[in-house]
């Protein structure tokens, strides 16, 4: 059974540093493109990271310069640095992997 397993999420304040984790359980990442999304209330859940099997990444214009993500296939991980939070950050972020999707955790970020 496939899992993937999401930790780090924590509530900080505007200007904080965050690392998420995302971990894979009955599955091997290296041939895989992955993703960070972000679901807050009332809006869709959007792509903050998106990161390519050779570690090509990308992000929108609202991250741009301040998450970074990362890849760590002999582990199966996958990484989130999230700088310079806002108050906008705040979410729950997901992990996905083909069809996969993580359970989330929670970011939020208030002063």
């Known amino acids: 059974q496939v899992q993937l397993v999401e930790s780090g999420g924590d509530s900080v304040q505007p200007g904080d540093s965050l690392r998420l984790s995302c971990e894979g359980i009955?599955?091997?990442?290296?041939?895989?493109?992955m993703g960070w999304y972000r679901q807050s209330p009332g809006r869709e859940r959007e792509l903050v990271a998106g990161?390519?099997?050779?570690?090509?990444?990308n992000y929108p214009d609202s991250v741009q310069g301040r998450f970074v993500a990362s890849r760590n296939d002999a582990e199966n991980k996958l990484y989130l640095q999230m700088n310079t939070l806002k108050p906008n950050d705040s979410g729950m972020y997901y992990c996905?992997?083909?069809?996969?999707w993580g359970q989330g955790t929670q970011v939020t970020v208030s002063s």
């Open positions: 009955g599955i091997t990442f290296k041939t895989y493109g």
């Open positions: 996905h992997l083909g069809k996969y």
């Open positions: 990161i390519s099997p050779t570690g090509f990444t």
